[in-house]
């Protein structure tokens, strides 16, 4: 199995910390907007393999599929998000998830 849930929260934390740091950024950059950075995925309410971003008072949802956004916008923060996403390892460990709480919930 890939990263847990937890461990791609951080992942996408670090990522766009990282990607909003760069020089240009640095005035109006707020690291501490992201320590609220949160995954979700709740299989009770929408059985489609997705996951559920939320920064700051944003929140979207994902196909974790095919990485397309369901619902929602993080505003400027969503490009970030499919960046990250758009990684060779995010899906796969994303799917990873889903399908053990499938498993975990008896749907897998």
Wanted: charged fraction near 30%.
């Amino acid at each position: 199995m890939g990263r847990n849930l937890k461990e791609l929260t951080d992942s996408l934390k670090d990522y766009v910390i990282d990607q909003q740091s760069d020089a240009h950024n640095k005035g109006n950059f707020r690291k501490e907007r992201y320590n609220n950075l949160k995954l979700s995925m709740d299989i009770a309410k929408n059985s489609s393999p997705h996951v559920v971003v939320n920064i700051g008072m944003s929140e979207a949802e994902f196909n974790i599929r095919t990485g397309d956004k369901n619902t929602g916008g993080l505003g400027p923060d969503e490009k970030y998000v499919f960046r990250w996403m758009g990684r060779a390892d995010t899906l796969p460990d994303l799917n990873d998830c889903w399908n053990e709480l499938a498993r975990e919930n008896g749907r897998g």
